[in-house]
């Protein structure tokens, strides 16, 4: 009998050797000074400005854990947790793992499959953006369609076949109707992304939908902004030092009816810039931003010039300084503001503003 106890040991220990295991703590905690002017005054009637204190411009303050379990033949278990802050008086965003609270499996020859909550598919512009979806940037045109979180998913990557890989996006509405019918707090979406990597250059297709847990519609009061379709292209061109990227968006809804002249029910948006790497430590950005809505919601642009200084490999300070002009009916904001906010600027006003900051990663 104690033979057989003894050898069940030496199983169970080999068993757990076999198991590795880590859980890594990390983040990353951004802070800075904001001067903003095309603010509306009290009256409404004129706009004004305001220096403030700011958590997040240049990169969402965070923080979060993932481990990983080897658990043999290549395979392994794998979670993700993480969550958005305000550094500048320590609020949490929301839920407490607003942004990543993950579970699943991953093998190098299959591919990595995961479920729970999520950034959005339509984050995958952030390998493609000047200045990385900092506060000013991509998703400012779009009122923040590009950086949605998204709960109730599943999602698969693919391993990278001769410079390609694919990822998809699926997540339940959880309500009895398919698409959502205002049971619940998020409709269906769903999203698809391709890419291609060489050494000269990258290039990425994504296709997402966002659908109205209201209505299960790709609509909304808004427009295009919080539910729609979008189809995004791509592309990065390394040239040693110099990095070129480019992007263009196709925004669609549908089944639409009676819209208000101003609210867009389609939005074509597109972006171009550059960064020169001009040493190891210091980096230059310039970036242009362009959206146009249909339905008299009118045009926007935001011209942005900035870059980053390295203190160490964790450590940066960064800059930028950027101006969003409006046609005579837009008031899109140089942040990503919804329809309503009372710090977009005023119809066909502009609105500048400068952030210097301190990032660190953990």
């Known amino acids: 009998m104690k033979k057989a106890l003894l050898a069940a040991a030496l199983m169970s220990a080999g068993v757990i ?63 993700k ?15 407490l793992f607003n942004r990543w609270a993950t579970v699943g499996l991953a093998n ?16 995958g512009v952030w390998d493609f953006d000047p200045f990385g979806q900092s506060s000013w940037s991509s998703a400012s045109l779009v009122r923040g369609r590009n950086w949605p979180q998204s709960s109730n998913n599943v999602a698969y ?31 269906r979406e769903a999203g698809l992304q391709l890419t291609y990597t060489s050494s000269l250059f990258q290039v990425r297709g994504i296709y997402d939908e966002i659908r109205n847990p209201t209505s299960g519609m ?11 379709r979008e189809y995004t292209a791509a592309a990065n061109v390394f040239l040693g030092p110099i990095k070129l990227q480019a992007a263009y968006q196709a925004i669609r809804t549908s089944g639409a009816t009676g819209v208000a002249t101003g609210t867009p029910t389609t939005l074509d948006h597109e972006w171009g810039g550059v960064t020169w790497q001009a040493t190891p430590a210091l980096a230059a950005i310039a970036a242009v931003y ?29 800059i930028q300084i950027a101006t969003a002009r409006n046609s005579k009916n837009a008031n899109f904001s140089l942040e990503a503001n919804g329809v309503g906010n009372a710090d977009n600027p005023l119809p066909g006003h502009s609105q500048s503003g400068v952030y210097a900051g301190i990032q660190h990663s953990f």
Do not use: C
Request: glycine share 18%; aromatic share 12%; no cysteine.
């Open 218 to 228: 790709l609509n909304g009061a808004d427009g295009a902004f919080s539910f729609s």
């Open 17 to 79: 050797a076999h198991a590795q295991s880590s859980v890594t703590l990390y983040g990353r905690v951004d802070a800075g000074i904001e001067y903003m002017t095309g603010i509306p005054n009290a009256t409404g009637a004129g706009s004004s400005s305001r220096f403030r204190a700011e958590s997040g411009d240049w990169g969402t303050s965070l923080w979060g854990l993932k481990g990983v379990e080897d658990i043999g033949g290549g395979n392994q278990v794998l979670f």
């Open 290 to 318: 362009h959206v146009n809505g249909n339905n008299g919601a009118g045009n926007a642009t935001i011209y942005t010039v900035g870059g980053t200084y390295n203190l160490s490999k964790r450590t940066l300070l960064d």
């Open 81 to 95: 947790l993480e969550n958005g802050f305000n550094l500048m008086n320590g609020s949490l965003q929301s839920t």
């Open 157 to 187: 990557q693919s391993p990278k076949w001769g410079g390609f890989d694919i990822y998809g996006q699926y997540a339940l509405s959880n309500q009895t109707s398919w698409n959502g019918n205002g049971s619940g707090p998020q409709g």
């Open 108 to 123: 190098p020859t299959y591919g990595t499959f995961t479920m729970g909550r999520m950034l959005y598919i339509s984050n």
